[in-house]
């Protein structure tokens, strides 16, 4: 049965019309009250109203359509029998007798009649629309759109709903002061570039006991040994536009080393120096004309969690007998290899010889346990070497074993786990110490000068012919004439009407005549268009009165709702040449266009934008920050690293057409260093993102969504884990399963909740004993049990914290252990359900209107379509396109949907 | 001599702080009692010195101390107000809280005094509020919140901090620059051209539009109105409803850059204050004497060696705390400099000091801990006799200092009950 209940049904107006159901007969009715009479009206009639449901009027106002949702609601409590929750309960056959008058009253729809493409509201560009479409139309990526207000989540849960963009009063000033700038930086590509070069050595430090330090070579500058200290001074910058940033820099110690580069207290951009060697780098930024303060730093490594104090910190002090401590430790503590060396030949001196370095190794650890947390970084840094040394036979010893034994490398790894899990998970804690103590591979900057030019033509995200082409047309009135028709039509997204530019030529030929110059008229026409609601609104214009109710959409309409969905900007030349050759209106040519656009690397816009919104990550860094005491190791950079390992799955199931369900059980994953790093994965070998194979250990807990920092950092609260809000994301996000609303007297766990006495687990037990809870609690906790191996940045636990046990039962009976069960359960019984969650919230953020009840066959029709091929991800896309909705539009968005009385 | 045409910049420079003045000649003296009220707070890091602070004898009879000697000509025309508690701790949350009674939590904070006065008056005057500073913010994490926060008082929204301009030529430019002139009125122009055209395509899509979506563009219709308002104010600049009885003196627009010696920064942004106040190009004006987390170096002054953060963790250490004392009384002179030229601007029978209420302090007491009860705190100015000067106010132990706000805000016809839910009362002996 599928479980539909994301539809809303908006009865806005009522008309008998032919009617789209066979009705409700007498006897189906009796049938139906009787059963509501024995079973459900104790608590939901006038009286008691439980959980706000009143069945003894959904049952007087018989609307199929109208209460769709209720009724699908009804039918599936029924059908999972979660309701009635306790006795008196119905007998097998009153069960299966309800069940197929309610089944067959849902399904009984003339889904034909109700055929509707629904009506998307006047779209109103997003604010990442509009940047984009400036870039895209002017060639500089200037994205002059950032003053205006961010866009919130409309009811779809996509910034995209259309519904909820607004103009209001200040608005069209913020419009109007975007449009000028981004016309004023192209007029800046006019200017000779100008230059000015600071010696760090002269610029204000904030920290005024530091000094300016001598380099080799006679050189001076400043090193930035702490985020702290800033250089600063004004800059004077000429016009809005580019300007390129360029820096002599080396890093001091350890490391690479990142020097940001603020204006005005905004990271305008970053330098990255690799060695003691000073290396000249640049980066560019887009700078409005005035004073401004320019400060430097230096980007601090990630920092230690658990609450690492400053400076003035006091180190352990070793006891007198030391070591002697370590050595009973290490003897006590030493894991050991157990296998039946008789087995096979040659195994006893490989065990034995596994067994000596075990004790070699054991030595340091123990110092590390006792230096701790607090141990003076120098210390722990020489047991941290000694251990990486001492290890190294490990890994010769490993292979030999293994070969020996006739088993690969990760069996082995497995067995030896098993004999000694206790030490394996106590030596990883003991590294962490050890590595978290002092900075590593993260230097401090060392500047030398740093200069600044401009404006230039930028070399990032600009198409320098597009805005050499309005360059000129702004500056010579020769080039403005040809120029000036073309731009109209790419800025409104379609073929001019007739005579349509004419108007905005009247006001430049005044302006010329008022005494303006051609580059002042042409600046400010151009300023209108992109002002203008032609350029700002996505008119989807239908043709006058008389073309019926349903209009299809023409070939440019087309393309602007699939280069604004995959692409979040206007068509590109090859797409706008498909519309105009009439590409569009056939399935193939539909077709080629989704598998280019998908391809292209301007589809990350929808590979971050759609997962982002849709599984709640996207605020992750921004308004979902977990503490910063507790977990000051969450920074930029492992918020973006985090968030790209999302969207690169997501752009490779899309891209490559590989089934969504990969999104869940994914064998491969895509990692850099710093995410490799945060999950305890080997490193890779380069700079930036590289797909790697998991290996069944690693399956364990990584692959696919569920194993992701993304999410799991986004479902919990900022000092603890949440498996309910987990739980919850499984089910309604996943799952497309909406939990209801909480009681409104339901409390709230406090951030020590689990870590005063009860487990989590124990804690949420609450949920079982009272009723109210249980019917909601019962689905949503054992989902976010399976996830709380996890810490609150989606890391595994470690020692103590992590749970004794991990098993979610769900109410039908299923269950699960860890991640990896919870995955596999999802995968394997739950895919279609995945599937249609994910049909949806794809349909409604293509649209970007929320679906409503007509919308039901689309969605199945697309399941159908998607299935047998296991829904593959550019299927769905193509799927998507071609459906009903997205290639019409009808012209009123009222519903006329008729009401369908019971019959007598 | 060579002539060189003069540039935009340099018209500005001669014309700019008169072209802000109307015709002075022709304006009558207004009846004084009209005269606008005027808020300035002055925020000074680090804390003080609590023996050094302190002043002996309560109400009207009270003795200054030795950071607050500076302070003497002006006796009567200010108030020393202890006993009251700030809440948070480090330096970023007893910064933020100064003006707002709030402690910043994942960088939250409250509204502060100077800009809900500035909500209130701010319409009446070209700037609504002016904040000015000496050093840039920091980087780092101090207790969860980020040291950059401490570089201001200023909260407009419980997410927004107002960051100081520190540059000084930056300052006056946005101070004194041309707003009614020849300038302004070519862009009014130039909108007017653009706003004809998008109004004809609004009222063209609208025409053809369903109702659903001609309530969308009815909201864009609505915006282009509101600035065609805006527009109008320029072309025909509404009568200001109050004028200076006397001619501000004209500064000269400062050079360009930060200035390398801190008394000439913060004595440049106290006249830019001053001259604001003045030309009643604004009415609340905040002055950050350094960043709430400062570590100026102070070793200009005679006897002193170190930071003014360094020294004010002196651990009782008599070198440390002669530093410390004389650092905040270079503080209180700077502040003196400012409220004697206030003195001497006369507002009809009154002055801008009698017009006007100054708020001088810190965030917390002593720095070495970081006490944050008994903050040091002065309140200069009658606001235009709404507020009782001359006296040693000494509050009840606890009280907190957001009843000061409170005080304050009343008196500048802020008509809330509380002040950011978090005042308990009034401090009476101010209130005339």
Not at chain 2, 170 to 192: H, I, S, W
């Amino acid at each position: 049965m599928r479980q539909c209940l994301n539809f809303i049904c908006h009865v806005v107006v009522v008309t008998v019309t032919a009617s789209l159901t066979m009705g409700l007969f007498a006897g189906e009715q009796a049938r139906i009250e009787t059963f509501f009479a024995d079973y459900c009206y104790k608590c939901h009639d006038a009286d008691v109203q439980k959980g706000d449901l009143r069945l003894d009027t959904a049952m007087d106002n018989f609307d199929i359509i109208g209460d769709r949702e209720l009724w699908l609601s009804v039918l599936e409590q029924i059908e999972t029998e979660e309701m009635p929750p306790k006795k008196p309960l119905p007998s097998a056959v009153e069960y299966e007798e309800i069940l197929a008058v309610l089944e067959e009253q849902v399904n009984d729809i003339d889904w034909e009649a109700l055929k509707h493409p629904g009506h998307v509201t006047l779209p109103r560009l997003t604010q990442v629309e509009y940047n984009n479409t400036v870039r895209d139309l002017l060639g500089l990526d200037v994205q002059t759109g950032r003053i205006f207000s961010p866009d919130a989540e409309g009811r779809t849960g996509f910034t995209n709903d259309r519904d909820n963009l607004f103009v209001t009063g200040g608005d069209l000033e913020k419009y109007l002061e975007a449009a000028e700038v981004a016309v004023e930086s192209l007029h800046s590509l006019d200017e000779e570039p100008g230059l000015v070069k600071f010696e760090a050595e002269d610029l204000i430090m904030t920290e005024s006991r530091s000094q300016p330090n001598a380099y080799p070579n006679g050189e001076k500058g400043y090193t930035l040994t702490s985020g702290q200290r800033t250089l600063y001074e004004s800059i004077d910058i000429p016009a809005y536009g580019f300007y390129r940033f360029k820096m002599r820099a080396g890093s001091s110690e350890f490391g690479p080393a990142t020097g940001l580069i603020r204006v005005d207290d905004v990271i305008v951009g970053e330098i990255e120096v690799v060695g003691k060697d000073f290396t000249i780098e640049t980066t560019e930024a887009f700078l409005s004309p005035g004073i401004h303060q320019m400060a430097l730093n230096v980007m601090l490594p990630p920092r230690a969690g658990r609450g690492r104090k400053d400076e003035n910190l006091e180190y352990t002090v070793l006891p007198e007998n030391a070591n002697e401590l370590v050595g009973i430790a290490s003897r006590k503590n030493l894991p050991a290899l157990n296998l039946d060396e008789e087995m096979v030949p040659g195994l006893k001196p490989l065990v034995s010889r596994w067994n000596g370095v075990e004790s070699s190794v054991q030595r340091p650890y123990e110092w590390i346990r006792l230096l701790g947390e607090q141990g003076s970084p120098t210390e722990l840094k020489k047991f941290l070497n000694f251990i990486i040394e001492r290890e190294e036979p490990f890994a010769q010893l490993r292979t030999e074993i293994a070969s020996l034994l006739g088993i690969s490398v990760e069996a082995f790894d497995e067995i030896y786990r098993e004999q000694n899990p206790e030490n394996v998970v106590d030596r990883r804690t003991l590294r962490d110490i050890a590595e978290k103590a002092f900075p590593k591979k993260r230097g401090f900057i060392a500047i030398d000068w740093i200069e600044i030019e401009g404006p230039i033509m930028p070399e990032v995200g600009s198409k320098p012919k597009v805005a050499r082409a309005a360059n000129e047309a702004l500056s010579d009135a020769k080039r403005w004439r040809p120029w000036f028709p073309d731009f109209l039509s790419r800025a409104f997204r379609r073929p001019l009407d007739a005579d349509e530019e004419k108007p905005y030529l009247a006001v430049y030929e005044a302006i010329l005549e008022s005494g303006e110059s051609h580059a002042s008229a042409a600046s400010q026409v151009v300023a209108a268009v992109l002002t203008s609601p032609k350029f700002l609104y996505r008119s989807e214009e239908l043709p006058a009165e008389g073309a019926g109710e349903v209009i299809s959409l023409n070939n440019h309409q087309l393309a602007s709702r699939l280069s604004y969905f995959l692409w979040n900007s206007l068509p590109d030349e090859a797409l706008r040449e498909a519309a105009s050759k009439g590409e569009l209106e056939t399935a193939e040519g539909l077709k080629a266009q989704v598998a280019r656009m998908l391809s292209d690397e301007r589809a990350e816009e929808f590979y971050e934008m759609f997962p982002g919104q849709w599984l709640g990550y996207e605020s992750l860094g921004k308004s979902v920050v977990p503490d910063g005491t507790l977990y000051p190791e969450f920074d930029l950079d492992l918020s973006r690293s985090m968030k790209a390992e999302t969207m690169m799955l997501f752009q490779s199931v899309f891209e490559e057409n590989r089934s969504i369900v990969d999104l869940i059980s994914a064998e491969d994953a895509f990692i850099n260093n710093r995410l490799a790093r945060h999950y305890g994965l080997p490193e890779v070998g380069m700079n930036g993102f590289v797909r790697v194979s998991l290996t069944e250990a690693q399956r364990r807990e990584r692959g696919g969504l569920l194993g992701m920092a993304s999410v799991l950092t986004a479902t919990s609260t900022p000092v603890r884990t949440s498996p309910v809000l987990r739980g919850v994301f499984v089910m309604e996000r996943l799952l497309g399963d909406e939990p209801g609303e909480p009681p409104a007297d339901a409390g709230e766990l406090p951030g020590n909740a689990g870590a005063r006495g009860k487990t989590l687990r124990e804690e949420l037990e609450i949920h079982r004993d009272k009723a109210d809870c249980a019917i909601c609690h019962d689905k949503i906790d054992p989902l976010g049990f399976g996830l709380e191996s996890f810490d609150v940045l989606g890391r595994i636990k470690q020692g103590k914290e992590m749970p004794k046990d991990t098993i979610g039962t769900l109410p039908d009976g299923n269950s699960f252990e860890g991640v990896a069960g919870l995955r596999d359960y999802l995968a394997e019984h739950r895919g279609d359900d995945f599937a249609e969650s994910l049909v949806e919230r794809l349909l409604a953020y293509a649209l970007g209107r929320e679906l409503q009840v007509y919308d039901e066959p689309v969605v199945a029709e697309i399941l159908e379509k998607t299935a047998p091929g296991g829904y593959r991800g550019r299927a769905l896309v193509e799927a998507i396109v071609l459906s009903y909705p997205f290639t019409h539009q009808h012209r009123s968005p009222e519903l006329n949907l008729p009401t369908i009385a019971a019959q007598p | 001599m060579t002539r060189r045409p003069l540039s935009r910049r340099t018209l500005l420079k001669g014309l700019g702080a008169s072209l802000a003045l109307p015709p002075l000649e022709m304006m009558q003296a207004r009846d004084v009692s009209t005269a606008p009220q005027r808020i300035c707070s002055i925020f000074q890091p680090n804390g003080v010195y609590p023996k050094a602070w302190d002043v002996t004898g309560v109400g009207r009879d009270f003795q200054l101390s030795p950071i607050l000697s500076p302070l003497q000509d002006l006796m009567g025309d200010f108030s020393v107000v202890s006993g009251l508690d700030n809440l948070g701790r480090g330096h970023v949350q007893l910064t933020g809280s100064f003006l707002t009674g709030k402690q910043i939590t994942h960088q939250r904070n409250g509204v502060s005094l100077d800009q809900q006065i500035a909500a209130k008056v701010g319409h009446a005057t070209p700037l609504s509020s002016v904040i000015l500073g000496t050093e840039p913010p920091r980087q780092g994490i101090a207790s969860g919140e980020p040291i950059a926060y401490a570089n201001t008082v200023s909260w407009s929204s419980e997410t927004t901090r107002v960051s100081p301009e520190i540059n000084p030529q930056v300052a006056f430019d946005r101070l004194f620059r041309d707003r009614t002139g020849p300038e302004a009125r070519k862009e009014a122009l130039r909108r007017r051209s653009v706003l004809d055209l998008v109004l004809d395509d609004a009222k063209s899509l609208r025409r053809k539009a369903g109702s659903v979506d001609q309530a969308k563009l009815d909201e864009y219709l609505d915006s282009v109105r509101e600035v065609e308002v805006r527009l109008e104010k320029t072309m025909n600049p509404p009568e200001p409803e109050w004028t200076p009885t006397t001619t501000p003196e004209k500064m000269k627009r400062p050079g360009p850059g930060l200035p390398r010696d801190k008394q000439t920064h913060l004595r440049l942004m106290m006249d830019l204050m001053l001259l604001a106040f003045w030309t009643d190009t604004t009415r609340v004006g905040t002055l950050m004497t350094a960043h709430g987390f400062s570590r100026q170096n102070f070793s200009f002054l005679d006897g002193v060696t170190s930071d003014h953060h360094g020294m004010s963790h002196h651990k009782e250490k008599d070198d440390l705390v002669a530093e410390y004392t004389r650092v905040s009384q270079w503080y209180v002179e700077n502040v003196a400099y400012l409220l004697g030229r206030m003195k001497a601007v006369k507002e009809g029978d009154g002055t801008l000091l009698s017009n006007s209420v100054v708020l001088y302090g810190s965030g917390m007491k002593d720095g070495n801990g970081h006490i944050k009860d008994d903050l040091p705190l002065v309140v200069a100015g009658q606001a235009g006799g709404k507020i009782r000067t001359g006296e040693h106010v000494r509050c009840e132990k606890g009280t907190p200092h957001s009843n000061l706000l409170h005080t304050l805000g009343q008196a500048l016809g802020l008509e809330n009950e509380t002040f950011n839910g978090v005042s308990t009362g009034v401090v009476d002996q101010l209130v005339v």
